[in-house]
């Protein structure tokens, strides 16, 4: 059986795991996970929304576990399908006791679909006028099209393994609609890009399904995990409409998600984050501590998660976002996802009506991140530490 299937008790031995000086209760677990390996980290406490018997109310943290309602009439079949969804009346929907306003939905795209917003992330979003890590690096012309410049080298990955890493596999982070400056932590309206119209359409009917009729996908952050990446612990509050959800999607290797609280003194859940997953954060979890503090190889090796091995279908809806994928273009994706993951978190910026605020004129900065920002890192980035930064 494997480790996921060895998920019987609700607490491991994260409760005896000892807290250094100064540690709060949320670092101590994100510790616990970052600094664990393959074969030897304990998962029996980590809530699986994939599996059965967390509607059922047994298993790990299933005491927390609570049906969510989804508004099934609000998005017709038609338009679900159109996104590469299934119906919404066959989608689960979970919460959590103890954070409203948190939903999470097992993967509801329909065979073969997550093929195209895969390709998207790593073929066309990663493209200019998009902003990324690497423009602090290199010129605009350099990062033009990462993906002709990385797909042979991907395509033949596994031959020749002592090669050097292609722009895309140091690719950490894309922002696109306006773009999320890391230095002030601010969105602004001299800084924006037309959102992609696919993105868009997906995200409005996940958040309309959700309840939230009228959500406008404004921004996107989208982070670019290799196996010993992390997300460290960070709330989202720079958008000026709280009221609004963000919605995140997930793809590639699974991951461990933290949910806290208000404070990073509660100590958070854990949960897994599996290809296809959407989670959608509104209400009171809406600006709560949370973080990514570790990517989950496969059991199996260097593989893809079963729900990737579907090819997308040749016969696509005649009105449809997504758009065909070519075998060359999913072997490059196929490659590049053995060993990675990819999550899109969008977000209305804007309350309907309302414009930024007039602020003072300031030197223009690059929307590059500062090594104190709480960001995509890797252990073997040159901004890495023992322990994230406690300000970020």
């Not at 119906?87 to 959590?96: E, I, N, Q, T």
């Not at 609609?177 to 868009?200: E, M, V």
């Not at 005649?318 to 993951?341: G, H």
């Amino acid at each position: 059986m494997g480790e996921m299937g060895k998920m019987a008790a609700a607490v491991g031995p994260v409760a005896t795991l000892a807290a250094e000086p100064g540690e709060d209760a949320f670092r101590k677990l994100f510790r616990f996970y970052r600094q664990s390996r393959p074969g030897t980290v304990d998962l029996r406490g980590v809530i699986d929304f994939s599996v059965a018997h967390a509607a059922r109310g047994t298993g790990p943290g299933a005491h927390k576990v609570v049906k969510s309602h989804l508004n099934v009439s609000s998005v017709s079949d038609h338009d679900a399908y159109r996104a590469g969804l299934q119906p919404v009346s066959k989608w689960r929907a979970y919460g959590l006791q103890g954070y409203p306003g948190f939903i999470f939905i097992p993967n509801p795209f329909l065979p073969g679909y997550q093929w195209h917003w895969v390709k998207q992330c790593l073929k066309l979003y990663s493209q200019k006028p998009n902003v990324c890590n690497l423009d602090k690096h290199m010129t605009k012309e350099e990062t033009q099209d990462l993906w002709e410049q990385s797909k042979e080298f991907l395509r033949y990955k596994e031959v020749n393994k002592r090669r050097p890493r292609s722009l895309l596999e140091k690719l950490r982070w894309v922002t696109l609609g306006y773009h999320y400056n890391w230095d002030n932590k601010k969105y602004s309206a001299d800084h924006y890009t037309p959102f992609p119209s696919d993105l868009a359409f997906l995200s409005e009917q996940v958040a309309a399904a959700c309840g939230f009729q009228g959500f406008r996908a404004e921004a996107g952050i989208l982070n670019y995990y290799r196996l010993d990446s992390t997300l460290g612990i960070h709330v989202d509050k720079s958008e000026l409409d709280h009221s609004k959800p963000l919605l995140s999607f997930s793809f590639g290797q699974s991951a461990i998600f933290l949910l806290g609280g208000l404070k990073r003194d509660e100590a958070p859940t854990p949960m897994f984050m599996h290809s296809g997953d959407i989670m959608v954060m509104s209400g009171f979890s809406r600006l709560l501590n949370h973080a990514v503090p570790r990517v989950l190889p496969s059991p199996e090796g260097e593989s893809l998660p079963c729900c990737l091995e579907t090819p997308l279908p040749a016969d696509l809806p005649r009105d449809a976002v997504v758009e065909p994928c070519s075998v060359e273009d999913w072997q490059v994706c196929a490659s590049y996802l053995k060993t990675a993951r990819v999550n899109m978190t969008v977000r209305q910026v804007l309350a309907i009506g309302h414009d930024f605020p007039l602020e003072p004129m300031e030197e223009n900065k690059r929307d590059i991140p500062t090594e104190g920002s709480c960001h995509l890192d890797d252990e073997n980035s040159q901004v890495k530490r023992a322990r994230l930064n406690p300000d970020c």
